[in-house]
């Protein structure tokens, strides 16, 4: 069982950063390809960026590329979302999922509905 706690969350202005965090408890945690997912007010919930279990390969939708950086530390425990530019579009409740034995990729095209485990989310604010 691993359970996923997603803090750093808040209101920032456009143009400003943030960084999240996931912790995660329980064993082997390098065994779990992770991944950040948003959802918007009236949205659905998509992908954001995902990292391979190892952390050698990342995945990240085209609207935050060059924005977001994901990466992780295993003898922590915990990923990170660093987020700069943000933009008003941005705001969104972000959630982060393991899934085990995944690279960033297979991670990125895997429906929603089949990780494995999900945090309650932290919400992010871009003010314009």
């Known amino acids: 069982q691993v359970q996923l706690v997603e803090s750093g969350g808040g209101l920032v202005q456009a143009g400003g950063s943030l960084r999240l965090s996931c912790a995660a408890s329980?064993?082997?945690?390098?065994?779990?390809?992770m991944g950040w997912f948003r959802q918007a007010p009236g949205k659905e919930r998509e992908l954001v960026a995902t990292?391979?279990?190892?952390?050698?390969?990342?995945a990240y939708a085209d609207s935050v590329k060059g924005r977001f950086t994901i990466s992780r530390e295993n003898d922590k425990n915990t990923m990170y979302l660093q987020m700069n530019s943000l933009k008003p579009e941005d705001t969104a409740v972000y959630y982060c999922?393991?899934?085990?034995?995944?690279?960033?990729?297979?991670?990125?095209?895997?429906?929603?509905?089949?990780?494995?485990?999900w945090g309650k989310g932290t919400l992010v604010t871009v003010s314009s």
């Open positions: 999922a393991a899934d085990r034995l995944q690279t960033a990729q297979s991670m990125s095209s895997k429906p929603l509905a089949g990780m494995d485990y």
């Open positions: 990292i391979g279990w190892s952390g050698r390969s990342t």
């Open positions: 329980g064993r082997s945690f390098s065994n779990y390809g």
